[in-house]
């Protein structure tokens, strides 16, 4: 009985967390929760594919002042490489269904929105945290 390798993004505690299983080992990352992130799946990217993406993303940040939801779905939609890039589709095999954005701000607010690639619907909802999240460890 093995774990497949997955990758969990926990916030707790005022800090931002990656935590990843390798199907070898457990590592734990504190991650800059000031800068955006972008994770790609372990089932389904190459640790080489991974760091392409990356690349893309942080070269796009560089020239994008104001990051929102739909510009990110828009750059995710730019890069053209069905294998590897954003919105993946592998011969209609194995391919990208959805988009979801998550964003928070200081005022202990999530927004959450889903893009369903399937039935071209978006979905959205605002959550506040209810406790404090500035603590620390």
């Keep these: 009985n093995t774990i497949e390798a997955f990758t ?5 505690r005022g800090q931002l967390l990656q935590l990843v299983w390798d199907e070898a080992q457990k590592h734990i990352f504190k991650i800059d929760s000031g800068r955006p992130q972008i994770w790609s799946s372990s089932t389904l990217y190459s640790d080489e594919a991974k760091l392409q993406r990356q ?9 994008e002042p ?3 939801g739909n510009n990110l779905l828009h ?3 730019s890069v053209s490489d069905s294998n590897n890039g954003f919105i993946m589709d592998r011969e ?7 988009y979801t ?4 701000d200081q005022s202990r607010s999530i927004q959450m929105d889903y893009h369903d690639f ?10 506040l945290f209810q406790e404090t999240i500035n603590r620390q460890f």
Excluded at 8 to 12: A, F, K, M
Excluded at 55 to 63: G, I, N, P, R, S
């Design 66 to 68: 104001i990051i929102s």
């Design 92 to 98: 209609n095999k194995v391919r990208s269904v959805s």
């Design 55 to 63: 690349k893309w993303f942080y070269e796009w940040l560089k020239t």
């Design 75 to 77: 750059f995710f939609r």
């Design 101 to 104: 954005s998550i964003a928070c």
């Design 118 to 127: 399937l039935t071209n619907s978006v979905s959205s909802n605002t959550m």
């Design 8 to 12: 969990l993004i926990v916030w707790e």
